[in-house]
C-alpha cells in the first residue's frame, strides 16, 4: 500500500513543507511541496534524506544504560525509574542546583519536548538551564537588551531595497538574514525586483557570488567595518533625522565613538578596499528600505555583542523599522496576537540578576546561562557543584568550547543522561541514552519559528503561517521509544511533580497526547490550532486590517546608540593594534580560522547517512590555494592546527573561496581525544582550539570560537597518538 502524505521537514530548524511517500508503513522517498505557500516546494539535500534518518542502521531504538565501558539495553520504564531515583538522590543531598539541563539545537523542531524540559526544571526549582543559543548567536539578545527592540519590528525582507549581511551565507545555513523558507528563491525574487545585496565575509560564499559588493574582510574585523560604515553614514548625513529626533538617543556620543574608524583605517585593519567600504554604505543608507543582520560567525568571534549592536545601531541610524500605520507583516498564528507599536519596549536589564554562576562571575543575562561555563560548573567542587546533567537534542562533546575540559567534565558526572537518535561522542559517555522518536513518528507544529522573533530581524517567519503534522508512521517494530516530552512527564510523575505548561497545570494521572499538549502550549493563540489543522499544506493566515499602532502618548522609552558599554567598548577596539599577521597581538600566527556550515550536514547529524557523506565524512579545513602551496601542501593533506590554547589535525582541501590567510571549518564534528586517529571518518573538534577562561564576553561569557588565530604545520595521521 503506498500513499503520500504532507508533512514538516524537521532535520534542521527551517520546518520545510514536504511530501512524504509511505510504503507499507515506511517513509521511502521526500520531495518539496509545491502547494505549500511559504517553502513553494523547496527541500534541501538533508530533508530529503529523512527516510534514511528514520531507518538507519546506526539508530538507536532502545535505551541504554552504562556498565563500566558499555553499554546495554533497558526497558524505558527501567530506565526512567534509575534516572528518577538518582535526581531524587542528589536534590535531597546537593540541592536542586545539583540538576542541570542542556537543551540543544534538536530541541527547536520538537517545542513539545522543550516546554516539558522547562516544566521539569521549574518543578524541582534548578535554576540551571543551558541552551545552545548561548553558544552561537548570545550577541542578538544582548545587543537587544543594550540597544532596545523597536515594538513593530522591522519592515519585512520582501520589500526590501537593500540588504547587508554580515557572516552570514543564508542559501546555506538557512540563518542569518534572508528569511530561511526558501531562501535561495526569495534571495532570486529580491535580486530581480532590483534590490541591491552587500555580502561581508571572509568567504566568497554561495551568498556573496550574488551580491553587488562583497567585502572580502580579515576575520574578527566585523565591529571595525561596522563602525566604519557607521561613519561614513553619520558623515555624509544620510541619517533617518526625524526618526533620530523622535524615538533615539545617544546620537552624539555614537558619532563620537565611530569618528575615528575612518574609510582609509577601516581599509587598513580589515583588509578591505575604502572605495568599496564608501560604497556599500550610501547603497545602504540610500535604501530606503532594508536590514543589517548578522550570522553566527560575528557571534562566535570576539566582540560579538559589540558587532550584533552596531548593526542594530545602523539600522536605527536610517530608521529602518515600521511606522504607524503600516500592515504588520506577521501578526502570528499559534501564539497570541502581536499588535505593534510605532515605539521602542522598555529595555529588560541586561545582565546581573537571576542565577548567579559560581565561576568568573558569570550569572544570567539576556542571552541566557551560557554552556562556556557549565563545564567550570561540574568540575568545581563544594556548594552548588552541578552533579547532574540531562541533554535534550544536543551532543556538548561536539558543540561545547574547550572540548578536553568538557570530556574532563562530563567524565565526572554523578547522572549524564541523553536523549539522543545515535551513539553521538556525548552518548558514549553517558549513564543513560534515551533514544526519542523521530519526525514522521509524531505530530508537529511550526510554532518554534513564530517565537524566533526574539532575535531580531529576519528571524521568524516573514508572514503569520502555520503547519500541523500528524503522525505518519508507526516507530520501527521491536523499538521502545519515547517522545522528548514524556521522558520529563514520565520522570515527574516518578518523582510526584506538578508541571505546568502555559500557564495550565499537566494532569500527572493521565498521560495527555502530543495533541493535547499542543493545544495547552498553543492556549490564547490568535488562529486556533484546530483551524490550523484544516490546512495539510499550511496555510497563511493573513489579516490586511492588522497595523501598526502609533505611540502610546507620553511614551519616553528611546533606541539607544549611544549605549555607555557599547561605546567604551568600542574606544578599546580602536586602542588594539593593527597587526600585518593572524595574531590580535604581538603574538604572532599564521591563519585566523572561521566558522562555517556544510550543505550536507547539520551540526552533529548527517554524518552517518551515505547519501550525505558522499564527498567526505570529516570537516575539511578549506584553505586558499595560495596558501597550501606557499606550505607546501595538497588536498588531503593532514596538518595540525594550532590555536593559543590547543592543537587538533585537519585535513586540508582547498577553496579559492576562502581568503589568503584564513582556513575556514564546520564546528560540531570530532570526539574524545581516543578516536583522533579516526580523523579522516569523524573529523576535527575546532572547540579545542577555545579557551573558555580567556577572551571571552564578560557579560555573555562567550568565548572566542571563530576567528581564532592559529598556526598551521605539515602533519601526519600517526601524531594523533601522540
Not at 498521560?511 to 496555510?539: A, N, Q, W
Request: some cysteine.
Amino acid at each position: 500500500m503506498t500513499e503520500t502524505r504532507t508533512a514538516i521537514c524537521r532535520f534542521c530548524h527551517s520546518f520545510c513543507g514536504i511530501k512524504v511517500t509511505i510504503e507499507n508503513g515506511k517513509a521511502v522517498k521526500v520531495v518539496g511541496d509545491k502547494d505549500n505557500p511559504m517553502y513553494f516546494g523547496y527541500t534541501c539535500v538533508k530533508g530529503r534524506q529523512l527516510p534514511r534518518q528514520h531507518d538507519n542502521p546506526e539508530r538507536v531504538l532502545r535505551p541504554l544504560q552504562r556498565h563500566g565501558d558499555h553499554h546495554h539495553p533497558v526497558r524505558s520504564d527501567a530506565a526512567l525509574d534509575a534516572i528518577a531515583e538518582k535526581l531524587n538522590g542528589l536534590i535531597a543531598a546537593h540541592g536542586p542546583r545539583s540538576v542541570a539541563l542542556y537543551t540543544g539545537t534538536y530541541t527547536f523542531p520538537y517545542p513539545a519536548g522543550r516546554a516539558m524540559a522547562m516544566a521539569f526544571m521549574d518543578a524541582i526549582k534548578s535554576p540551571m538551564r543551558f541552551t545552545s543559543a548561548t553558544i552561537d548567536q548570545p550577541g542578538k539578545p544582548m545587543a537587544m537588551a543594550l540597544h532596545g527592540r523597536w515594538h513593530a519590528g522591522p519592515r519585512p525582507f520582501a520589500e526590501s531595497d537593500v540588504w547587508i549581511l554580515v557572516g552570514a551565507n543564508p542559501v546555506i545555513s538557512k540563518w542569518g538574514g534572508i528569511p530561511q523558507y526558501n531562501p535561495a528563491k526569495r534571495l532570486h525574487d529580491a535580486l530581480k525586483r532590483g534590490m541591491k545585496l552587500v555580502v561581508i565575509d571572509p568567504r566568497r560564499t554561495e551568498t556573496a557570488e550574488k551580491a553587488h559588493i562583497h567585502l572580502q574582510c580579515k576575520p574578527g574585523e566585523d565591529p571595525t567595518i561596522l563602525a566604519g560604515i557607521a561613519n561614513i553614514i553619520l558623515s555624509e548625513g544620510l541619517i533617518d533625522a526625524e526618526f533620530l529626533d523622535g524615538d533615539v538617543s545617544g546620537l552624539e556620543a555614537f558619532r563620537e565613538a565611530v569618528a575615528p574608524f575612518t574609510p582609509d583605517y577601516v581599509a587598513r585593519r580589515a583588509g578591505v578596499d575604502a572605495g568599496q567600504l564608501i560604497e556599500a554604505a550610501r547603497l545602504f543608507a540610500a535604501g530606503p528600505s532594508g536590514m543589517i543582520t548578522a550570522g553566527t560567525g560575528p557571534n562566535m568571534a570576539p566582540r560579538g555583542t559589540l558587532s550584533e549592536y552596531l548593526v542594530l545601531a545602523i539600522n536605527t541610524l536610517c530608521g529602518r523599522w515600521l511606522r504607524a500605520g503600516e500592515k504588520m507583516p506577521n501578526p502570528f498564528v499559534l501564539i497570541p496576537e502581536r499588535r505593534g507599536r510605532a515605539q521602542a519596549e522598555i529595555k529588560p536589564k541586561p545582565w546581573g540578576y537571576g542565577e548567579q554562576l559560581r565561576v568568573r562571575n558569570l550569572g544570567d543575562n539576556a542571552s541566557g546561562l551560557t554552556p562556556a561555563a557549565l563545564a567550570e560548573e561540574i568540575l568545581l567542587e563544594g556548594e552548588g557543584q552541578v552533579k547532574a546533567l540531562l541533554c535534550v537534542g544536543s551532543n556538548p562533546m561536539g558543540a561545547w568550547p574547550d572540548q578536553l575540559r568538557t570530556y574532563e567534565a562530563l567524565k565526572t558526572l554523578e547522572l549524564l543522561a541523553t536523549i539522543d537518535i545515535k551513539m553521538s561522542a556525548t552518548a558514549k559517555m553517558a549513564d543513560f541514552v534515551l533514544p526519542p522518536r523521530l519526525g514522521f513518528e509524531a505530530p508537529a507544529i511550526t510554532m518554534s519559528n513564530e517565537n524566533a522573533w526574539f532575535y531580531g530581524s529576519a528571524t521568524g517567519y516573514p508572514e503569520p503561517y502555520a503547519q500541523y503534522q500528524p503522525q505518519l508512521v508507526e516507530p520501527p517494530e521491536g523499538s521502545d521509544l519515547l517522545e522528548e516530552w514524556e521522558v520529563f512527564y514520565g520522570l515527574g510523575q516518578r518523582m510526584g511533580l506538578q508541571l505546568r505548561i502555559n500557564g495550565q497545570d499537566v494532569d500527572m494521572v493521565r498521560k495527555p497526547t502530543t495533541d493535547e499538549l499542543f493545544e495547552m502550549m498553543c492556549r490564547g493563540s490568535r488562529i486556533p490550532l484546530s483551524e490550523v489543522k484544516k490546512y495539510p499544506h499550511g496555510h497563511i493566515f493573513d489579516d490586511p486590517s492588522i497595523l501598526v499602532l502609533p505611540k502610546e502618548e507620553d511614551w519616553e522609552e528611546t533606541l539607544d546608540i549611544g549605549h555607555e558599554e557599547m561605546m567604551g567598548e568600542l574606544a578599546a577596539v580602536f586602542a588594539e593594534p593593527i597587526t600585518e599577521h593572524a595574531g590580535y597581538s604581538a603574538q604572532r600566527f599564521s591563519h585566523r580560522l572561521v566558522s562555517r556550515r556544510m550543505n550536507d550536514v547539520y551540526n552533529s547529524s548527517g554524518r552517518d547517512i551515505p547519501a550525505l557523506t558522499r564527498n567526505h565524512s570529516y570537516n575539511p579545513a578549506f584553505m586558499n590555494p595560495g596558501d597550501l602551496a606557499a606550505l607546501g601542501l595538497n588536498a588531503g593533506d593532514v596538518v595540525r592546527i594550532s590555536s593559543g590554547h590547543g592543537s587538533i589535525l585537519g585535513v586540508v582541501e582547498e577553496a579559492e573561496d576562502v581568503r589568503p590567510g584564513v582556513i575556514s571549518m564546520a564546528h560540531a564534528f570530532g570526539d574524545a581525544p581516543r578516536f583522533d586517529d579516526q580523523l579522516f571518518f569523524i573529523g576535527s573538534n575546532t572547540g579545542r582550539l577555545t579557551n573558555t577562561t580567556e577572551d571571552y564576553d564578560r557579560r555573555t561569557g562567550m568565548p572566542r570560537m571563530s576567528a581564532i588565530p592559529v598556526n598551521v604545520t605539515p602533519a601526519s595521521l600517526e601524531q594523533a597518538a601522540q
